[in-house]
């Protein structure tokens, strides 16, 4: 992002700003969503795996999502990520490892993070809002590894709008039980304090298993809700669409 874009968006975040400029902004952001639903409207159910853009190659979180995007790619499934480095490469890459599909969502950040070369098909999407949007609304299944803010911000958007029913009720699996030791004793400390119920514990399955993380998408996505392999759908050509097999209901 260059540096009067910075800026522009630091003003934008100082407060009111006058309705020419907020109407610009608004407008703005629908032609982000427009152009995200346009790019990736053909690529079929995914699965979004989250995690760190900071584990690099021969990690052993790296080797692990690699292997779960095999895992998933071989259930039929597209592999999303964010599209950058790391953890979400290393899905990536593990669904190409299978012929798999796998797409992203690159998030365009002042120092120029780059899709990962992984990608059949990616999206630069300017706001993060715009991007969780898009990360969500394709999929079926939401595999969380380990991460930072970004990832525990993308874990608690998707369990919110789960716990709200703004979304169905899609599988969430936290992986890494050593990794997220504290954080579920945090979850605990906040039932205790009825700041969330005990069914919403419910809500995300935590495993170490790649076994039993494919056993919970076959049991909550693909039995749950009914999909089917379709013949490939071909986008058209006009609109510069991507065409990715489709499932259905």
């Not at 400390?189 to 969330?196: G, V």
């Not at 494919?214 to 049991?219: G, N, P």
Request: include cysteine; charged fraction near 25%; hydrophobic fraction near 40%.
């Amino acid at each position: 992002m260059d540096k009067s874009k910075l800026r522009e968006e630091i003003k934008f975040l100082e407060g009111p700003q006058s309705r020419r400029k907020e109407l610009w902004f608004a407008i703005k952001t629908l032609f982000e969503f427009i152009k995200g639903f346009r790019s990736l409207h053909f690529v079929g159910p995914c699965v979004t795996i989250f995690g760190s853009a900071r584990y690099p190659e021969g990690h052993e979180y790296y080797d692990l999502s690699r292997q779960l995007g095999a895992e998933v790619a071989k259930l039929g499934f597209t592999v999303m990520t964010g599209g950058g480095p790391g953890l979400m490469e290393a899905a990536n890459r593990g669904a190409k490892d299978v012929g798999g599909r796998s797409v992203g969502c690159n998030i365009v950040l002042p120092h120029e993070q780059h899709p990962n070369p992984y990608l059949d098909h990616w999206v630069n999407i300017r706001y993060f809002f715009v991007r969780k949007t898009l990360l969500i609304k394709y999929s079926y299944a939401f595999i969380v590894l380990p991460g930072g803010f970004g990832t525990m911000d993308e874990y608690f958007e998707a369990l919110t709008l789960i716990q709200t029913k703004k979304i169905e009720t899609f599988p969430v699996i936290l992986f890494g039980k050593e990794f997220y030791v504290d954080l579920i004793d945090q979850l605990k400390n906040m039932q205790k304090h009825k700041t969330i119920g005990e069914a919403d514990f419910n809500l995300f399955h935590l495993t170490d298993s790649v076994e039993d993380a494919m056993q919970i998408i076959r049991e909550h996505s693909i039995d749950q809700f009914d999909l089917i392999p379709e013949k490939k759908i071909m986008p058209k050509k006009f609109f510069r669409e991507f065409g990715f097999r489709q499932f259905r209901k």
